[in-house]
């Protein structure tokens, strides 16, 4: 049992709102940056708030590979667990082999470079607090760029083995400038799910970066971690989350953890905290399982429409 004796109660009324989300960014391990808790471990305590499914995230390597070593141990798991794969050095940047073999083997996401993105590496050499890995992983950085100034061969193949697939593609770490040719190269291929993450931190786009991305069919996430009294960086006002749900709209707008690491809240505590402070700041109940239920659903392909 992961929970401990002063983890949060949720209220019954809470638990009804929760009921069903899906976790698109849980950081378990194994992993290079020290987790508090495993794949299983993560899944099983899932339902303690009646998740629906969870994400698997890891910056280094392919995390479908984890789960299925792990199959024995989450067979009876009531929260089903899933993965994909982080286009970082790591995997070989932006690699459409590295693409093919995480889909082939169920994976249910791609994300774009993260800790190899040059915007991640500018921002975290600004202490952003972003974790250290602990070790020297011979990281570079990654770029969607070709040396013409043109996205990539190798982008354009993985944006088409996305669409093929109908998986989920996240523009991870990219700056603006580089996520937004990345989800307009991957509309072109047929993806239908994309992803922005936290806008505003380590990405800062601006309000017409957003607009632009919205406009390739983009949703746009917002984590837990982030807005956690528990978590020392970036630390967030709630009122900061709600004035980006006014702003977006429910209707493309994801929460969800971020959350794993191994001196964070859990995963789970992260819902319970943040999801019942949006009620409390007034944000209406269908707006809430519209944002953590049915668009989280679709993105990792467990419904088909929103």
């Not at 083995?161 to 190269?185: N, P, Q, R, W």
Request: charged content about 20%; some cysteine.
């Amino acid at each position: 049992m992961l929970a401990t004796e002063d983890a949060p109660i949720p209220s019954p009324a809470l638990l009804k709102v929760l009921d069903g989300a899906v976790d698109l960014h849980v950081h378990s391990g194994p992993s290079p940056f020290p987790r508090r808790l495993n794949h299983v471990e993560a899944s099983y305590d899932a339902a303690r708030i009646n998740l629906r499914a969870i994400l698997i995230k890891s910056h280094h390597h392919n995390t479908v590979m984890d789960l299925l070593a792990m199959q024995d141990l989450l067979k009876d798991a009531p929260t089903p667990a899933y993965g994909g794969v982080a286009l970082n050095s790591e995997v070989g940047g932006v690699n459409p082999s590295a693409v093919a073999v995480a889909i082939q083997m169920g994976g249910r996401a791609v994300w774009g470079p993260t800790v190899s993105a040059g915007q991640h590496i500018r921002a975290h050499s600004h202490d952003d607090g972003f974790p250290t890995a602990g070790s020297n992983l011979e990281e570079r950085e990654e770029s969607i760029w070709a040396a013409d100034g043109n996205v990539s061969a190798e982008t354009v193949r993985v944006t088409q083995l996305v669409g093929e697939a109908g998986i989920m593609l996240s523009g991870g770490h990219l700056d603006a400038e580089s996520m937004k040719a990345l989800f307009s190269t991957a509309k072109d291929n047929g993806v239908t799910r994309l992803l922005l993450h936290h806008p505003d931190f380590i990405i800062n786009a601006s309000d017409g970066d957003v607009e632009e991305m919205l406009g390739y069919g983009a949703f746009v996430e917002h984590e837990m971690s982030m807005y956690h009294p528990d978590v020392p960086a970036p630390g967030f006002p709630i009122s900061r989350l709600v004035d980006w749900i006014e702003k977006v709209g429910p209707e493309r707008t994801v929460i969800d953890s971020d959350l794993g690491q191994l001196t964070n809240p859990l995963p789970v505590d992260g819902y319970i905290y943040v999801i019942q402070q949006l009620l409390d700041h007034g944000v209406a109940e269908r707006d809430i399982r519209q944002m953590i239920c049915r668009n989280t659903a679709f993105l990792l392909g467990l419904e088909e429409t929103i």
